[in-house]
């Protein structure tokens, strides 16, 4: 039996279940909308005398977004074009011929920039990468994004790879992102949120939450452990510049058997951040009681005010990438193939494609690419 309330207060009575006053019971609510049915997260409550105190109002949350990738909406997304290296160094040019929907499956999917038919093996040593005259336009400027030659002992980026970035944001809800991560030598497959407005500033201030990051080479062996394809981690990132950036206190992996399809989650509010795989926990952040800030000992002006869990506190939108090589690669980790490339190298893009015949072997057909099910965003 339903009764229903005036002003959207309900309660739901089982005169069948057993159970007893102070029992813990969990349950969730589905609300038909349109043609869809929205279905809430888990809520626990327990149970009281009738009439000892008013139902709650029941929190409203909606689906602002979702994709299931019959098509590939280029709508609904921005889709990254430039050669500028993510900010970490990276050997990718983003390009939308690596973005492409098939089989019910969002594809992010890196090839080999000698494989376009404007380039050849000459072309990456002694050439020119005009990306605005090759995909009509260019959404990122920085480090020569927009038009890049090849310089010195420095060759163009050998690999082309996607990077798509949502229209939608939510601020605190749930996300859920279906996905089999890549596997292959030295790629970066990563699932996360930027800050919609960059209301703090720039990079670290507005904050990042990368719900998903993981290496797929098969072996990446850090302080005894292996951190390759078989382990996948979370981290916030936030701090008032890129030289104090506090990640290090928000930051949890968790090992598993993570090639092939799993669900990726974000269970975001004012009193924490939390996200799983498969419903298992792999990071879990509570708003700390004095703040980011003071929690991180940050000195000088508060740049987030008095809001406690700011700079998480804004709207985010999702974005979803492969990205190959870069600074996400130790040089001190232990890899199943040799690293080619270092740290202090002048010409890394260089050292890792001539190299290409060590890692080039462990990149098998699809799996190489990220391929998404679905994404939904959910606001509470």
Same mark, same amino acid.
């Given at each position: 039996?339903?009764? @229903?309330?005036?002003?959207?207060?309900?309660?739901?009575?089982?005169?069948?279940?057993?159970?007893?006053?102070g029992?813990?019971?969990?349950?969730?609510?589905?609300?038909?909308?349109?043609?869809?049915?929205? !279905? %809430?997260?888990?809520?626990?409550?327990?149970?009281?005398?009738?009439?000892?105190?008013?139902? +709650?109002?029941?929190?409203?949350?909606?689906?602002?977004? =979702?994709?299931d @990738?019959?098509? @590939?909406? +280029?709508?609904s997304?921005?889709?990254?074009? %430039?050669?500028?290296?993510?900010?970490?160094?990276?050997?990718?040019?983003?390009?939308? !011929?690596?973005?492409?929907?098939?089989?019910g499956?969002?594809?992010?999917?890196?090839?080999?920039?000698?494989?376009?038919?404007?380039?050849?093996? #000459?072309?990456?040593?002694?050439? =020119?990468?005009?990306?605005?005259?090759l995909?009509?336009?260019?959404?990122?400027?920085?480090?020569?994004?927009?038009?890049?030659?090849?310089?010195?002992?420095?060759?163009?980026p050998?690999?082309? %790879?996607?990077?798509?970035?949502?229209?939608?944001s939510?601020?605190y809800?749930r996300?859920?992102?279906?996905? +089999?991560?890549s596997? #292959?030598?030295?790629?970066?497959?990563a699932?996360?949120?930027?800050?919609?407005?960059?209301?703090?500033?720039?990079?670290? =201030?507005?904050?990042?939450i990368?719900?998903?990051?993981?290496r797929?080479?098969? =072996?990446?062996?850090?302080?005894g452990?292996n951190?390759?394809?078989?382990?996948?981690?979370?981290?916030?990132?936030?701090?008032?510049?890129? #030289?104090?950036?506090?990640?290090?206190?928000?930051?949890?992996?968790?090992?598993?058997?993570?090639?092939?399809?799993?669900?990726? %989650?974000?269970?975001?509010? !004012?009193?924490h951040?939390?996200?799983?795989?498969?419903?298992?926990?792999i990071?879990r952040?509570?708003?700390p009681?004095?703040? @980011?800030?003071?929690?991180?000992?940050?000195?000088?002006?508060?740049?987030?005010?008095?809001?406690?869990?700011?700079?998480?506190?804004?709207p985010f939108h999702?974005?979803?990438?492969?990205?190959?090589?870069?600074?996400?690669?130790?040089?001190?980790?232990?890899?199943?193939?040799p690293?080619?490339?270092?740290?202090?190298?002048?010409?890394?893009?260089r050292?890792?494609?001539?190299?290409?015949?060590?890692?080039?072997?462990?990149?098998?057909?699809?799996?190489?690419?990220?391929?998404?099910?679905?994404v939904?965003?959910?606001?509470?």
């Amino acid at each position: 039996m339903l009764n @229903f309330i005036y002003d959207d207060i309900w309660e739901y009575v089982d005169h069948d279940a057993n159970a007893q006053i102070g029992d813990l019971v969990e349950y969730k609510t589905f609300v038909e909308y349109g043609e869809q049915w929205i !279905e %809430s997260k888990w809520n626990k409550v327990v149970l009281v005398p009738r009439g000892l105190i008013m139902p +709650r109002k029941s929190k409203r949350s909606y689906t602002v977004f =979702r994709d299931d @990738f019959n098509s @590939f909406n +280029r709508g609904s997304y921005t889709v990254e074009v %430039s050669s500028w290296g993510g900010g970490n160094g990276e050997f990718q040019v983003y390009t939308p !011929e690596n973005v492409y929907a098939a089989n019910g499956y969002l594809y992010l999917k890196p090839t080999l920039t000698v494989d376009h038919h404007a380039f050849d093996e #000459g072309k990456l040593y002694h050439g =020119r990468m005009d990306v605005n005259s090759l995909w009509h336009t260019c959404t990122n400027s920085v480090n020569w994004g927009c038009d890049r030659t090849s310089f010195g002992q420095e060759i163009l980026p050998p690999i082309m %790879s996607g990077k798509v970035t949502s229209h939608a944001s939510i601020r605190y809800g749930r996300v859920n992102v279906r996905a +089999r991560i890549s596997k #292959g030598d030295w790629t970066w497959p990563a699932i996360w949120m930027l800050s919609r407005d960059r209301h703090y500033g720039t990079w670290p =201030r507005s904050g990042e939450i990368d719900m998903m990051e993981s290496r797929g080479n098969l =072996r990446v062996m850090e302080g005894g452990s292996n951190h390759g394809v078989g382990y996948v981690a979370s981290t916030l990132h936030w701090g008032p510049d890129s #030289g104090h950036n506090a990640y290090y206190l928000t930051h949890k992996g968790k090992h598993g058997d993570w090639f092939g399809w799993h669900t990726y %989650s974000l269970d975001w509010n !004012e009193r924490h951040i939390v996200t799983y795989v498969d419903n298992q926990e792999i990071l879990r952040v509570d708003t700390p009681a004095q703040g @980011f800030w003071n929690w991180a000992h940050f000195s000088g002006h508060n740049i987030w005010g008095n809001s406690h869990n700011a700079p998480f506190d804004q709207p985010f939108h999702l974005l979803l990438n492969v990205a190959v090589g870069g600074g996400y690669f130790p040089d001190i980790a232990q890899y199943n193939t040799p690293k080619p490339w270092h740290g202090d190298s002048s010409h890394p893009m260089r050292d890792f494609w001539e190299h290409r015949g060590s890692w080039l072997p462990t990149w098998h057909g699809d799996d190489v690419a990220m391929l998404i099910d679905y994404v939904e965003m959910i606001q509470y």
